[in-house]
């Protein structure tokens, strides 16, 4: 997506070899615009795969997903993020590892939300390891529903996620694929590449 | 605002005098449409006001303030939660404790975000006692910038956030006002009476 890339170039910092850092537009503040036209296209790419649900993770990602639902005409559902097992019965629950935050989280998702009959739409800001994506493709499966895909914002090409998630035969939309953060410079991956 | 206290009536589950559980529209699950009116009426009370951005907290606030600063055209800033004490001093940091939750947690902001000429609109799901707000207004006063005031999708009436942040002369401007939630039902206060 042109504006993506344009306000990564523009806002992103490079902060190493496999950080880019932008909280300027979606992070920590918002670009209202552009969440919405990211949001707009990931719904567009969707469109004609019969999506009732969509499905994020707190916090970063709740604006796209946003709007996607709202372009979709379809729930959007923000699974929780938590520190420690309380036990819930009525929860679905997943692992997920950051290995940039170097902690183990649970995500978890009422299961009054996501019934057998779902196609959950799964929207996420960053996809770099997948297991993020994992998780919350984990409480799917938990529930007896299924998956239409995955939508990202940012994807690390020069990370694994992706490249796992495909070769698992689940379909990937990413707006924006780096193909490298070295020496302090972002560059693409065109996203043709990679379909 | 008729659609949300429909919601209300129709979806809120009351769990105790002093809980009501909005899961299924807008603490897990969201409504998309009816957050699209929610920011959209949020921003018409205050569209006069010079906003410059908005400024909520992770994660239920996210999407009505988004809608917000897309009607209004400005950035939206999520604050965000944490539980320790990082130093870092580029962050803007204030102490938040929940009654219900019986935790103090911590909330910051990037010092990148705000400037001392900024004009913010805060926003957030529920007002109760105010704690949260409270703590946004306090980072809006490091920052040497001001506020225009408070909008709230649902505010606890019996319970003295608003009284308190009114006293204090902050115009808050909630969409529903719950009057009690005693005997397991809702009933709301006319916003008319609190202005």
Redesign the interface.
Known sequence: MKELKEKIINEGSVLSDTVLKV??FLN??????L??LAGEEIAARFKDTGITKILTI??SG??PA?MA??TL??????A?KR?SLTLNNHLYVAEVTSFTKKETNEIC??K??IHADDKLLVIDDFLANGQAVLGLMDIIDQAGASSVGVGIVIEKGFQDGGRMLREKGIRVESLAILKSLENGTVSFLEEELVR
Chains 1, 2 share one sequence.
């Open positions: 909280d300027s920590h503040q918002l670009d209202p615009e969440m919405k707190e916090s709740i604006a946003f639902g709202l005409g379809v729930p959007v559902i923000f929780r520190k998702v009422s009054d939300f």
